[in-house]
């Protein structure tokens, strides 16, 4: 633990009077930072044995569950988080004699944990608790694997990690479908995903709000420079990467399109009207938030030309030639 000189109380004897919360807020920021440190080491490996490592067992990330060392970088800034935000809760809610400080701060652990991580969420902008809508639930057609993957989309909108240039991360969700089954059998995990983006954007502003929006806010692999006030912004590089965050968008919109027409006329529905229809609702159907951390002037313009392309019919012809070519 952190070396103090002789005249600073320590967090056991702070806490066991009843002190420890009261001196935090009065202390200076010197003692702060001191006893911020204190109560981090002490509570580090009690946090990873008794939340992260439970929690790296349930996601099947066993070189996780070793040590803190070990740890996944997506899984260290979790476990960071959760860290944070137990360290708060002692030094702001030990108000009380604590005799027993682990045995305290265990008997808080989850709740503490899952406040701040709804908490979180919210500031994201995504929902704090995430529940289909009993609309939502209809278009799925009440299927339940359709439901689980609407959950785990709604669930990583309000994360921080990335799934690097693709919305989705459809490679981990299939394998733990995989591992689940044990076989590969029915729809792929992209399948489904493309179902559901279809069924969420039956309701753009609900989308907009609960998923564009919390997704707009993930830090891309490249990132693009502050746009309000920060750091300059270089017009090649800012564009360069607008044009990779456009492909990137309209590839994984494009790959959907194809699976969601290949449900549909597996359905006899009209080709044409149903290639018309899945390529509005996908491309069509942009928010601001495709432009959030762009420089002013790169926004994407995609579902302003999709929609204008949409009422030529020689255009909707190549389309459709070109759908039914890629479903062999």
Known sequence: MAERMD?????RDLASSGRLAEYFEQASETEQRRLRIDVRELVQQLVFTQLTRKLELRRGHRDCMVAVTRLRPECLDRHHDDMDAVVDDVLHSAR???????????????AVTIDAHRRRRGERGALQRPR???????????????????????DWVGIETSAGLHDWPIEAWEGRRLAGSGHRAGPSVAEDIATVVAAMRKRPLWYAKYVERPMGRKALPMAVHDADGGDPVDPGWAA???????DARRAELAELTVLLVGQRL???EDV???????????FGSGTASEEMGRAPGLGSTDDEQVMRRLAEPETVDRIVALVLDLLG
């Open 132 to 154: 289909l809508p009993r609309w939502l639930i209809e278009e799925l057609g009440q299927d339940q694997r359709l439901m689980g993957v609407a959950l785990d989309m709604l």
């Open 96 to 110: 009380t004699p604590i005799q027993n400080l682990e045995g305290w701060v265990s008997s808080r652990l989850t």
């Open 7 to 11: 005249s600073q109380p320590g967090i």
């Open 240 to 246: 360069q990467e607008a044009d990779l965050a456009d």
């Open 272 to 282: 044409r009207e149903v290639v018309v229809d899945v390529v509005a609702t996908l």
């Open 266 to 268: 597996a359905r006899g």
